[in-house]
């Protein structure tokens, strides 16, 4: 597709189960980065990409976080043993030249945790 | 204090204003700026990058001053679809990750 594509768009998981969220970045770009927001907050920083390395993953509030990119392509991001704190919106973000460029964001998973 | 700060507004106008948002940044070697736009309950869009010299994009005019680490973004003749919430974006040097700032409300009415 032409833009970031990020599955699902919406997830309803019970505390204490683990989720995945899918990120395809746009074709070509090195830099993926993935952000949450929780309602009526900023973008939180979690983890950045540059091809299937991480250089900066600062952001991951906790173990329970983690984040792969396979094919210097798709990314997932795994929440383990999910918190109703971890509801928010997570969204994914790709680039061409890490953050020297500007960067084309996904529609978004909305996370809910009951 | 925060990489990015922003004035969290409301900012509300009528159409027809013109209106300012400045950002300030805390790390001197930051090297690019971007001005994103944010609708409720979209994703953020980019809206602009910013340029040493300035630049304009229609209504839209972005300024950087790296001396006070200041970017600032005006918008001429408002119209109510630019009531959205604007975010300030850095990226920091070393990290390369873009820090974005919490965003400015802005609401034009009519």
């Known amino acids: 597709g032409a833009g970031v594509s990020q599955s699902p768009s919406n997830k309803v998981t019970e505390k204490g189960k683990d989720v995945e969220l899918r990120c395809d970045p746009i074709s070509g770009h090195t830099a993926l980065y993935w952000y949450r927001q929780s309602l009526g907050q900023g973008l939180e920083f979690l983890i950045y990409f540059q091809g299937n390395s991480a250089p900066d993953k600062s952001g991951l509030p906790s173990d329970r976080f983690s984040a792969e990119r396979t094919g210097g392509s798709v990314s997932t991001l795994t929440i383990q043993r999910t918190q109703q704190e971890d509801s928010a919106v997570y969204l994914c973000a790709s680039g061409t030249n890490g953050g020297r460029t500007e960067a084309f964001f996904g529609q978004g998973t909305r996370l809910t945790v009951v | 204090r925060k990489e990015v700060e922003q004035d969290p507004g409301p900012f509300n106008v009528p159409e027809g204003a013109t209106v300012a948002f400045n950002c300030t940044y805390s790390?001197?070697?930051?090297?690019?700026f971007f001005w994103y736009r944010q609708d409720c309950r979209k994703e953020p869009k980019l809206l602009m990058s910013v340029y040493s010299s300035g630049n304009e994009d229609g209504r839209f005019t972005a300024q950087l001053n790296r001396a006070s680490q200041y970017i600032s973004l005006l918008i001429r003749d408002s119209k109510l679809s630019d009531s959205a919430t604007y975010l300030c974006v850095v990226n920091i040097i070393g990290g390369n990750k873009l820090v974005f700032g919490a965003g400015t409300i802005l609401r034009v009415k009519s």
């Open positions: 790390n001197s070697a930051s090297q690019s």
